[in-house]
């Protein structure tokens, strides 16, 4: 069988890492994935990604935002580390950081984001709580490219999540994580074949 090319990436967390799961168990179902991940990495060391991570034997780094002065000091050690590790693709996978401008244009067309809304609705960090609260029919999730404007940069795929009568915010946060962990793998791997 022909080598398949290989897209090296970085998935950045902060938190439980469940979207860094699907995307690990997704690449270890299928040995034509066409991507790799060669580095986790968490802005918080107590993140429970990383065990995830280390669970699988891919390699972690904690690049902890509280040791900075700034935004731009904190992108830049990130910057460094990723080029450290040869990356192509960075996905943020609950990663809570906005990251700088001059970090996005660095990385242009190469960083991914999932997002718990159907954008462009319900932007921001409580986005499954705003449409809750808002009485939507359904909302539902979207991987975007990530521009320096947050949570606008445009749209690769998005899944539809029904809000049925009888949902509460915790049916609706559930049924949420499913939806994100079959569109993040799937779209991420659609991303890099049209790059390769
Ligand atoms: C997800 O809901 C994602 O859409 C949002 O942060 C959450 C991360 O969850 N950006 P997890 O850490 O992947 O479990």
């Known amino acids: 069988m022909a080598d398949i090319s290989k897209s090296r990436i970085a998935i950045l967390v902060s938190g439980n890492g469940s979207n860094l799961q699907a995307i690990m168990d997704a690449i270890a179902a299928d040995t034509t994935f066409p991507a790799t991940i060669v580095r986790v990495i968490s802005n918080k060391a107590e993140a429970y990604a990383l065990e995830r991570a280390q669970m699988a034997s891919i390699p972690t780094h904690v690049i902890d935002h509280t040791a900075y002065a700034n935004r731009d000091a904190f992108d830049q050690a990130l910057h460094n580390q990723l080029i450290k590790d040869k990356v192509d693709v960075i996905c943020l996978a609950g990663f809570m950081r906005l990251l700088t401008a001059s970090f996005v244009n660095q990385w242009k067309g190469k960083i991914l984001n999932i997002h718990p809304s159907l954008l462009p609705d319900f932007k921001g960090a409580h986005a499954i709580r705003d449409a809750f609260e808002a009485g939507v029919s359904h909302t539902g999730c979207t991987v975007h490219i990530v521009t320096p404007e947050m949570d606008a940069g445009p749209i690769l795929g998005q899944y539809e999540v029904e809000m049925d009568a009888d949902d509460t915010l915790d049916t609706i946060e559930t049924k ?15 991303f890099i074949e049209n790059i390769q």
């Not at 949420?176 to 659609?190: K, S, T």
Request: avoid cysteine.
């Open 176 to 190: 949420m994580h499913q939806a994100e962990h079959q569109l993040y793998p799937a779209v991420l791997r659609q």
